[in-house]
């Protein structure tokens, strides 16, 4: 009998596997060598950003935070200053959470806190390979992402314990997204951008919704779907962003005020104070709106220190040059950190804009362009407008788009030397340019590495001379790119390269080279504690803070508060290195009502604070201001002073430190 064979379906296209790829091997849609180089630029992004981590130091401000979210859940979600959740930071807290959660797994060190801004840094290398490689090629996300590794702020930025390595990780999520969607015109992608922007927003407020237009309108202009259904997209989009960007203000104002911290930069309590006036109005102003006006404080004070200063207390020191105003991103201050690529962005955005002009509407590559281009330019308005004149560490969303246009712009002005024309002198003019202004930037510090300038220039040079001088010789034409390559980014690579220089990448606030060395972002002296703190993984405080400790511990009655302090600083050593409960009073400025006197007068009637921790009077006056004055005058008059002998404290110290008890 006969025996039927029944044909074998072929196996369905999802099921079928495909086959694994070993991590250094490239897809095969990419040249081989994508894949080992890229790994290769994580691996010098690694070592930039986790060289000498284990010598971090605190960023005393967050720091403290940080301690206290560690402590305690409620402070954790709502961003509380103290450990008894009293007051909250001046800032939204997202920024804070890996932190947190850091700290929390490997015990409160300094390297925990500064352990997840380095993995943000590697990650966004890889996130930003990513998104050039989708829109402009495998050859340009090399270079982009090379570009941004060895951009000095990038450097010093993922080594930083503050909101803007995870903001600007989470831009860049934003950026792929939407060039994702404009290239499909898929609204989920799209919303997908909208979310990572409302993250953002929870690590830097308002500041990340000032990408917006540029996502926004390169949807608008290259999506390839009608019109209608672009704008329908864009609303759907925004409302999502609103909503996740909106969610923490909205949780704060929907707590009952008692069941909260109080939320510092305000005079009413407001969530929306905080983030519209303090954080935002007031930095455009150089007198402040009023408080009535805004809900928040203006005054310049910070426990005795400048209003935007909270990075361990300092104002940045005098820098060379004294720049200011709009011209602030080409001054002395940022441009040696941040804008070394400055002219070979702008000639590869003007060129891209002009030579696909004739492009159809949906061009992606044209499309990218806009993207990267709109987002410099709306950051480089907003730093150059506004009052305040900031830290290097801002600048992390100045060299993210800087990278972007330069490592695509390379790969398409090389493309125009092969066009030939006018076209072929377009990347010889970007590098020359580039190179001049880098030896400008390198010889504002003729000390360091005195070579620089002159090493730049020949490269540059060279850069011109060698393709001009062989046509058709292939050799150096490769010759003068690699000196392209070398005039491009020699200069910002040794300042990036400082950091693995104790001397040079450890100011603390983003800065490296010899800006750093000179004093350039350097916090203040940290307190004692503080100091103590980072070498022993905080737990000790100086012989006199650990007096005042001692007594207040033995004497405290189970009070909720050890004792409330004047001034965020004067708390800090304690919340720094032990996590107690200590109040701070009068917030990061000094101006906030929390506690307003009859507030504190409760407190002390209900046993829930005993004693007080104020500075010596100057000449019969109080050393503290606004509302936090009435309270320390009222102690004053109505509390009894501890004998500064019973906590180790010596009256004739220069600036002794006085505790009173304070009974009901």
Not at 152 to 161: E, K, M, N, W, Y
């Amino acid at each position: 009998m006969a025996t039927t064979v029944l044909p074998i379906a072929p196996e369905p296209e999802s099921n079928r596997r495909t086959p694994r790829r070993a991590p250094w091997r490239s897809p095969a849609d990419q040249p081989g060598y994508t894949r080992p180089a890229l790994l290769a630029i994580a691996a010098l992004a690694g070592l930039l950003f986790f060289w000498g981590i284990d010598r971090s130091s605190y960023h005393t401000f967050y720091a403290d935070a940080v301690r206290s979210m560690t402590e305690s859940w409620k402070a954790f979600v709502f961003g509380s200053y103290d450990p008894a959740g009293t007051i909250t930071l001046d800032k939204l807290p997202g920024f804070l959470w890996p932190q947190a959660v850091s700290a929390r797994l490997l015990g409160f060190h300094p390297w925990a806190l500064a352990l997840p801004q380095a993995v943000e840094g590697v990650l966004s290398v890889l996130v930003l390979f990513r998104a050039v490689r989708r829109w402009a090629g495998a050859n340009a996300a090399l270079l982009a992402a090379l570009s941004f590794t060895l951009t000095p702020v990038v450097a010093g930025l993922f080594r930083t314990a503050v909101e803007d390595p995870l903001f600007t990780l989470l831009l860049l999520l934003a950026a792929d997204a939407t060039q994702r969607a404009a290239r499909t015109g898929r609204l989920r992608t799209l919303v997908l951008a909208g979310v990572w922007v409302g993250v953002a927003f929870q690590a830097k407020m308002l500041e990340a919704w000032a990408v917006l237009p540029a996502l926004a309108g390169v949807y608008l202009l290259a999506a390839p779907v009608r019109l209608r259904r672009r704008l329908a997209h864009l609303l759907a989009a925004g409302a999502v962003t609103l909503a996740v960007s909106a969610s923490w203000v909205l949780l704060a104002t929907a707590t009952p005020a008692g069941d909260r911290p109080y939320i510092d930069g305000t005079t009413d309590n407001s969530a929306y104070s905080m983030v519209v006036g303090y954080n935002f109005l007031n930095r455009f102003t150089s007198v402040g709106l009023n408080a009535a006006e805004t809900g928040s404080v203006t005054s310049s004070r910070g426990g005795g220190q400048q209003h935007g200063a909270r990075d361990a207390a300092a104002r940045p020191q005098p820098r060379p040059g004294g720049d200011g105003g709009w011209t602030k991103m080409f001054g002395a201050q940022f441009a040696p950190q941040t804008g070394w690529l400055y002219p070979l962005a702008a000639t590869a955005l003007l060129c891209a804009l002009v030579w696909r002009r004739r492009e159809p509407r949906t061009d992606p590559l044209r499309a990218g362009y806009l993207l990267w281009g709109g987002w410099l330019a709306v950051y480089f308005l907003v730093f150059s407008a506004g009052s305040v004149g900031g830290h290097s560490y801002y600048m992390g969303v100045i060299a993210t788009p800087l990278a972007a246009l330069a490592g695509a712009g390379l790969v398409l002005l090389r493309q125009g030397q092969w066009v030939g024309g006018a076209r072929a002198w377009a990347l010889p003019a970007a590098v020359a340019g580039t190179a001049l202004w880098s030896a400008h930037l390198a010889g504002l510090y003729p000390s360091f590495l005195p070579w620089l300038p002159p090493a730049t220039l020949v490269l540059g040079g060279l850069a011109v001379v060698l393709p001009a001088a062989g046509r058709g010789a292939r050799r150096l034409a490769r010759a003068g790119l690699a000196a392209a390559l070398g005039a491009v980014l020699l200069a910002p690579g040794a300042w990036a390269a400082s950091v693995l220089d104790s001397r040079y990448g450890n100011s603390g606030m983003g800065t490296v080279g010899p800006q750093a060395a000179h004093g350039y972002g350097r916090p203040a002296a940290p307190t004692d504690g503080a100091r103590a703190a980072a070498g022993g993984g905080g737990s000790t405080l100086s012989r006199s803070q650990q007096r005042i400790l001692a007594y207040a511990e033995a004497h405290d009655q189970g009070a909720r508060y050890l004792f409330a302090t004047t001034t965020w600083t004067a708390s800090s050593p304690y919340i720094l290195a032990t996590g107690k409960e200590v109040l701070p009073m009068g917030g990061f400025t000094g101006e906030v009502p929390s506690p307003t006197l009859p507030q504190f007068q409760a407190l002390v009637r209900s046993g829930r604070l005993h004693f007080v921790l104020l500075g010596s009077p100057q000449g019969g006056r109080s050393t503290a201001a606004g509302p936090t004055a009435a309270v320390t005058d009222w102690v004053r008059r109505n509390c009894a002073p501890v004998a500064p002998g019973d906590y180790g404290q010596s009256v004739t110290s220069a600036a002794p430190q006085l505790l009173y008890r304070c009974t009901a």
